[in-house]
């Protein structure tokens, strides 16, 4: 019986390390990661954004996107290539807004 219960404490600390191993990714001070699940098509106008970031899948994440900080602080995620996108991106790197 206490063979069969060892099996049982091992498989289960296996399954832990790796459920820990693959939460690991781009992460911030506290741990978490945050990422753009969906994307909006919707044109966002260059005035109200105040930062830009790039999201790869590399990071952790599910999807590539790009992430805009508004003035308002508000994460709006969009499709990365479309032309609006890329314009804005532009005046983050002259702004020098566009976060890593």
Do not use: Y
Not at 24 to 32: L, V
Request: glycine residues 8%; contains cysteine.
């Amino acid at each position: 019986m206490s063979g069969i219960m060892s099996v049982h404490i091992k498989v289960v600390l296996l399954l832990s390390a790796i459920a820990w191993h693959t939460c690991k990714g781009g992460r911030g001070d506290d741990g978490a990661i945050d990422c753009c699940l969906d994307v909006s098509h919707v044109k966002i106008p260059r005035a109200i954004v105040k930062a830009c970031q790039v999201q790869h899948t590399a990071m952790g994440c599910r999807i590539s996107a790009v992430i805009f900080t508004t003035v308002k602080n508000r994460k709006l995620c969009a499709p990365q290539g479309p032309r609006w996108v890329n314009r804005i991106l532009k005046k983050c790197e002259r702004h020098n807004t566009l976060l890593v």
